[in-house]
């Protein structure tokens, strides 16, 4: 596997297989890998002729508050993992290779609407540093697939709408959520978890998984399912941000006459913030 940390570097590469004819599939993570990441990488090796993934911890999108100095950077185990899936190529710039002029000033990308609700209300300007390090990516490597987990449901809603609003000729695929044996979704976060709450996290799934059964044997009330499942979560020790039925397609707040939704739910345990989701087609 080859290891780039220069854009040019990574950009002639790139020229040259474009010349041949070869797709390039793009997976983008932060690193501190984990089978949810090797499953994108999978799903591109089926769909692409060449894989690039990128390993860069995105400064812009974490809020003064949040966990940028401690989130996890396991670069040589991630190459490692990396190489054994099959992967063709690693892209782990520094911050000054994407923000060569800081980020005071940078020119952002916005999504209006989509990036305004469910995390983007708890994480203002969360979504704005996503959708710009993504357009930076995309604009670098030029790929004909990128690849995202559907577990961040909302930012793979607003990267699709990004790329469609730019005109940007990339397909977006979405990956099913990859889970342990006891249903929590895979995260790096999940590493923040101690034991005693590395056993309760799963009970977030079990809740999503309550409400869509309500609602596939008929239950219609979604803000009695909505609350019942914030004030289970909350008694167990959660401190939950949000537990909301929407339309799979809008993220608004789901009518009776919707089809296609999606259960989001985000919710704290401990220091550690968990997110969810899971579809239904009524």
Excluded at 224 to 229: D, F, T, Y
Excluded at 237 to 256: E, I, K, P, S
Aim: glycine residues 8%; aromatic residues 6%.
């Amino acid at each position: 596997m080859q290891i780039f940390e220069s854009r040019d570097a990574l950009q002639q590469q790139l020229r040259g297989l474009r010349k041949s004819g070869r797709t390039i599939g793009l997976v983008p993570t932060m690193g501190n890998l984990h089978d949810g990441h090797l499953a994108l990488v999978a799903a591109a090796r089926e769909q692409a002729d060449f894989v690039l993934a990128t390993i860069f911890v995105n400064p812009l999108q974490f809020g003064p508050t949040e966990d940028l100095d401690n989130y996890p950077r396991t670069l040589q185990a991630d190459c490692d993992l990396l190489t054994s899936a099959g992967c063709d190529a690693v892209f782990v710039p520094a911050v000054s290779a994407m923000y060569p002029n800081g980020l005071q000033g940078q020119t952002l990308v916005s999504v209006p609407g989509f990036s305004a609700k469910h995390c983007g209300a708890s994480r203002p300007g969360h979504f704005d540093g996503v959708c710009t390090v993504v357009s930076k990516l995309f604009n670098l490597s030029q790929p004909d697939i990128a690849f995202f987990g559907e577990k961040d449901y909302q930012q793979l809603q607003v990267i699709r709408k990004m790329t469609a609003d730019l005109c940007m000729p990339v397909r977006i695929e979405g990956v099913p959520i990859i889970r342990n044996a006891e249903g929590l979704a895979l995260s790096s976060r999940n590493g923040y978890l101690d034991a005693g709450q590395l056993a309760l996290a799963p009970l977030l799934h079990d809740q999503l998984v309550a409400a869509s059964t309500a609602i596939e044997t008929g239950q219609a009330d979604f803000t009695h399912l909505e609350a019942s499942a914030r004030a289970e979560l909350d008694k167990a020790g959660f401190r939950t941000d949000y537990f909301t039925v929407c339309n799979a397609q809008t993220l608004d707040a789901a009518q009776h006459e919707d089809n296609d939704l999606v259960i989001l739910a985000a919710a704290w345990l401990g220091k550690t913030r968990l997110i969810d989701n899971i579809r239904i087609t009524r």
